[in-house]
């Protein structure tokens, strides 16, 4: 590429992305290219389902980390890591290494099964917003056991109604109790239980918080909560 043409370039680059602001699409591209540059071990956790299933990553670092894989065309799967936890894109380098092994072994196959989709009824945590979701199959019936069982604990747009820490534990017993058939078709991510108890305790934080207020401010408790002499400094 010619000097002038690549000054050109590098400044529109540099306008799109100043400093350390870059766009969601710059920052999956990054993970993306890590995931194909970086030496991630890759291992299936399932073997019922090439594509849609669990595997397990092995960072160069020596962690391990639970990935999810419940669309191979959506933001939408789930891993274990730190940085899928805040990031807000619904990706992670380890997603997509587990993507780039699939497609890259199986490029007929994977494409098939990106048109067919998940073959579960798929509830998860979609970390772009926080919120749990349905996800249903692309293919058969519309209605079956598995969709009356679920649609009372969803809204229309299949996200989940009422609170999490009431209708997650109510939609698990829900699916433990019914029969085995139904309940194999249904697939509850792995990574909404430490997320629930997350919140579980935030929000014990909170009520501990508001009670000590009210009793502080109705002089049940003494705002003096230091019992050692400070230092000077």
């Known amino acids: 590429m010619p000097k002038r043409k690549q000054r050109r370039k590098n400044s529109e680059t540099a306008k799109r992305s100043p400093g350390w602001i870059t766009t969601d699409d710059e920052e999956i591209l990054r993970r993306r290219e890590r995931a194909a540059s970086e030496e991630l071990q890759v ?4 073997a019922d389902n090439a594509f849609y299933g669990s ?3 092995d960072s160069n670092s020596g962690q391990s ?3 999810e894989i419940r669309s191979l065309d959506s933001p939408v799967n789930s891993c274990n890591c730190p940085d899928h936890q805040v990031n807000g894109l619904g990706t992670c380098k380890h997603i997509e ?3 780039h092994r699939l497609q890259h072994r199986r490029k007929r196959a994977f494409k098939a099964a990106t048109t067919e989709g998940s073959p ?3 509830i998860f945590l979609d970390r772009r917003d926080n919120s749990v979701w349905l996800l249903p199959p692309l293919k058969g019936a519309p209605r079956s056991k598995a969709h009356d069982l679920l649609s009372p ?11 999490p820490l009431d209708a997650l534990p109510a939609l698990q017993r829900a699916v433990e109790n019914v029969h ?3 309940r194999s078709r249904i697939r509850i991510s792995q990574h909404l239980l430490p997320w629930l108890e997350a919140l579980d305790r935030r929000e014990q934080q909170i009520r501990g918080r508001r009670h000590f207020e009210t009793e502080a401010a109705a002089g049940n408790m003494s ?3 230091v019992k050692h002499s400070l230092y000077t400094y």
Do not use: I, M
């Not at 291992?43 to 399932?46: K, N, R």
């Not at 604990?153 to 609170?163: A, P, Q």
């Open 43 to 46: 291992d299936p956790l399932d």
């Open 55 to 57: 595997h397990r990553v």
């Open 65 to 67: 980390y639970r990935v």
């Open 97 to 99: 290494a587990v993507l």
């Open 120 to 122: 579960y009824f798929e």
């Open 153 to 163: 604990f969803f809204s229309s747009d299949n996200r989940l109604e009422g609170e």
């Open 180 to 182: 085995g058939t139904v």
């Open 223 to 225: 705002l003096d909560l």
